[in-house]
């Protein structure tokens, strides 16, 4: 059974940086991709960061690149989300998401995803 456990969200101030970490089994990443997704307050999830955990260039969101990172630890089978400068306009439910890395897919389509994670809220204050 697939799991994700996402972690490392909360209530911050704008301006400040918050880590989330996306932890698996070795098997559910190996091979495959990984995606950050949020969910803004009635809006629809929306792509925002990806990496393949076999390597490669990772892929971030036009809204986000100048502040957001993903990166991946092979050894603690762990993504994170690495968020800063962050604004109020960021306070969303974040979702780590899974899917196999294929031929015309697209990384920001949350339909290449199979599993995903419960979420964890980012909240930030004006």
């Known amino acids: 059974q697939v799991q994700l456990v996402e972690s490392g969200g909360g209530l911050v101030q704008a301006g400040a940086s918050l880590r989330l970490s996306c932890a698996a089994s070795?098997?559910?990443?190996?091979?495959?991709?990984i995606g950050w997704f949020r969910q803004p307050p009635g809006k629809e999830r929306e792509f925002v960061a990806g990496?393949?955990?076999?390597?490669?260039?990772?892929v971030i969101a036009d809204a986000v690149k100048s502040r957001f990172t993903i990166s991946r630890d092979n050894a603690k089978n762990t993504v994170y989300l690495q968020m800063n400068s962050l604004k109020a306009e960021d306070t969303a439910v974040y979702y780590c998401?899974?899917?196999?890395?294929?031929?015309?897919?697209?990384?920001?389509?949350?339909?290449?995803?199979?599993?995903w994670g419960p979420g964890t809220q980012v909240t930030v204050s004006s």
């Open positions: 998401a899974v899917g196999r890395p294929k031929a015309g897919g697209n990384d920001h389509d949350t339909r290449d995803y199979a599993y």
């Open positions: 070795a098997d559910t990443f190996s091979s495959s991709k």
């Open positions: 990496v393949k955990w076999s390597g490669g260039a990772a």
